[in-house]
């Protein structure tokens, strides 16, 4: 029997969550509900994490947000603490996005431990003292 594919919701402040999410959706093609939005706009402590409750929805539920700390960071944590079968996942970026939207029927530890992974290895730098040719450049 295969179990509920995790459902994800994008926790940041200012229009960072809409603008992931759009972006993850023209990439690759998703539909509405399996990665949200969610701002952190106008609300209180109370009312983020009342809204957080909301859209988190009844299934396994991965949390990405866009700071650890923060009212975002924090109204995930609170939620995670009181809820199974969700997890909260920091430094929110496109590629780990990417990812989950490909692999959220794994087990929601193994998904949390593959999309830091995968997070991190998407961070590069290449310093112009490193290059002198952009285009031939390895990343760092």
Same mark, same amino acid.
Do not use: Y
């Given at each position: 029997?295969?179990?509920?594919?995790?459902?994800? &919701? @994008?926790?940041?402040?200012?229009?960072?969550? *809409?603008?992931?999410? #759009? %972006?993850? =959706?023209?990439? $690759?093609?998703?539909?509405?509900?399996?990665?949200?939005?969610?701002?952190?706009?106008?609300?209180?402590?109370?009312?983020?994490?009342?809204?957080?409750?909301?859209?988190?929805?009844?299934?396994?539920? &991965? @949390?990405?947000?866009?700071?650890?700390?923060? *009212?975002?960071?924090? #109204? %995930?944590? =609170?939620?995670? $603490?009181?809820?199974?079968?969700?997890?909260?996942?920091?430094?929110?970026?496109?590629?780990?996005?990417?990812?989950?939207?490909?692999?959220?029927?794994?087990?929601?530890?193994?998904?949390?431990?593959? &999309?830091?992974?995968?997070?991190?290895?998407?961070?590069?730098?290449?310093?112009?003292?490193?290059?002198?040719? $952009?285009?031939?450049?390895?990343?760092?």
């Amino acid at each position: 029997m295969m179990s509920e594919p995790v459902q994800g &919701l @994008i926790l940041a402040h200012a229009s960072v969550a *809409s603008g992931l999410v #759009a %972006a993850v =959706k023209q990439i $690759a093609g998703i539909g509405d509900g399996t990665l949200r939005p969610l701002t952190n706009d106008g609300c209180g402590p109370d009312a983020l994490l009342d809204a957080v409750r909301r859209d988190a929805g009844s299934g396994p539920a &991965l @949390i990405f947000t866009d700071l650890v700390s923060g *009212s975002c960071g924090f #109204a %995930a944590r =609170k939620l995670v $603490a009181e809820r199974p079968g969700t997890a909260v996942l920091s430094g929110a970026n496109l590629a780990m996005l990417l990812d989950f939207v490909f692999h959220r029927d794994l087990p929601l530890p193994v998904l949390v431990e593959r &999309l830091v992974t995968h997070g991190r290895d998407a961070i590069t730098g290449a310093c112009s003292e490193d290059c002198t040719d $952009a285009a031939g450049a390895a990343a760092r």
